[in-house]
Antibody
Framework: QVQLVESGGGVVQPGGSLRLSCVAS????????MHWVRQVPGKGLEWVTA????????NWADSVKGRFTISKDNSKNTLYLQMSSLRVEDTAIYYC???????????WGQGTLVTVSS | DIQMTQSPSTLSASVGDRVTIACRAS??????LAWYQQRPGRVPKLLIY???NLETGVPSRFSGSASGTEFTLTISSLQPDDFATYYC?????????FGQGTKVEIK
């Protein structure tokens, strides 16, 4: 079965950096795109960034463009989110999700909480 | 950018009720429209893709439709497990956009 396990969340000061990881299993990581989606606790979902299967094509929401970088290591079945110049408003639960084709995200990890606070 | 606006934000209903949630796009969009359910403390679950296609394993009381720029999720007979927040999501031009969510509460 598909499993996505995020890690790397924590508390960081404004302006700081953090790297999230998501280890995938149960499907072909090499041939699937992946996403990061975030959710402020108690609020709605916000798509953050996506990476295509090869890792060569990526896209970002305007809110994180130039600050967040998505990457994937197909040899380790691991997705990454490098976050820099963090802001208080980046505080959220960060989910990794598998691209299901058809424009959807069909499997989600349990999420990792990032808190940006001084 | 395309905006997706859901209504209502909150909906109070009883078990057995027929429930309809709307998601309006800010402009004409493709039918790459999906619906997700998020129960309290749980991760989002894909219910419907391509406007009206039921994801494998999702009960048939869930259905989706569209008319122009308005997309609709219908639950034909609300069950206790259905009290949750529902999100529409659109994909176009390498961007994914979520609606703000509709919370279905117990009346």
């Amino acid at each position: 079965q598909v499993q996505l396990v995020e890690s790397g969340g924590g508390v960081v000061q404004p302006g700081g950096s953090l790297r999230l990881s998501c280890v995938a299993s149960g499907f072909s990581f090499t041939t699937n795109g992946m996403h990061w989606v975030r959710q402020v606790p108690g609020k709605g979902l916000e798509w953050v960034t996506a990476i295509w299967p090869s890792g060569l094509k990526k896209n970002w929401a305007d809110s994180v463009k130039g600050r967040f970088t998505i990457s994937k290591d197909n040899s380790k079945n691991t997705l990454y989110l490098q976050m820099s110049s963090l802001r208080v408003e980046d505080t959220a639960i960060y989910y990794c999700a598998k691209d299901g084709g058809r424009g959807v995200l069909d499997y989600w990890g349990q999420g990792t909480l990032v808190t940006v606070s001084s | 950018d395309i905006q997706m606006t859901q209504s209502p934000s909150t909906l109070s209903a009883s078990v057995g009720d027929r429930v309809t949630i709307a998601c309006r796009a800010s402009q004409t969009i493709s039918n790459f429209l999906a619906w997700y359910q998020q129960r309290p403390g749980r991760v989002p679950k894909l219910l419907i893709y391509g406007t009206s296609n039921l994801e494998t394993g999702v009960p048939s009381r869930f259905s989706g439709s569209a008319s122009g720029t308005e997309f609709t999720l219908t639950i034909s007979s609300l069950q206790p497990d259905d009290f949750a927040t529902y999100y529409c999501q659109h994909y176009d031009d390498d961007l994914w956009t979520f609606g703000q969510g509709t919370k279905v509460e117990i009346k």
